[in-house]
């Protein structure tokens, strides 16, 4: 029974770093409380490895599978996780509307660049 319990911890941490959310942060969501950053207050962009994204061919691809987990975390209760996600959703939708040549699914930060390019995380120095 632990095992079970652990392999499902574990399968949740890896789509949560699928969809660009890292562990802890997640982990801090589902139980309610705050995630810090930057001096700046709580976090509203994710942050940590974006593991599996290049798996995603297309925006529609990723758009989907969004959808697909934000129906899961909205049948679990996990208002917190469903909230991030439906964010993520929005800004994707904002990018496609801007760039509606790219066919290619951006990473959550090339995606949070794209609409924040003064955030010091995204600025570009020519050397």
């Known amino acids: ?27 801090r969501l ?8 930057s001096g700046r207050g709580t976090f509203t962009r994710p942050i940590g490895p974006l593991l599996g994204l290049c798996a995603m061919a297309t925006i529609a691809d990723q758009l989907q599978t969004y959808r697909s987990a934000l129906t899961e975390a909205q049948a679990k ?9 439906e964010q993520q959703i929005k800004q994707l939708e904002e990018f496609q509307q801007r760039h509606p040549e790219e066919a290619e699914a951006p990473s959550p930060f090339e995606v949070f660049c794209d609409l924040n390019p003064s955030d010091i995380n995204c600025r570009v120095y020519d050397d």
């Open 30 to 37: 589902q139980a309610g409380g705050p995630v810090q950053g």
């Open 77 to 85: 209760g996990e208002s917190a996780i469903a909230s991030k996600i």
């Open 1 to 27: 029974m632990h095992g079970q319990r652990h392999d499902a911890a574990r399968e949740d941490e890896q789509k949560y770093l699928n969809l660009g959310i890292s562990a802890a942060v997640a982990q």
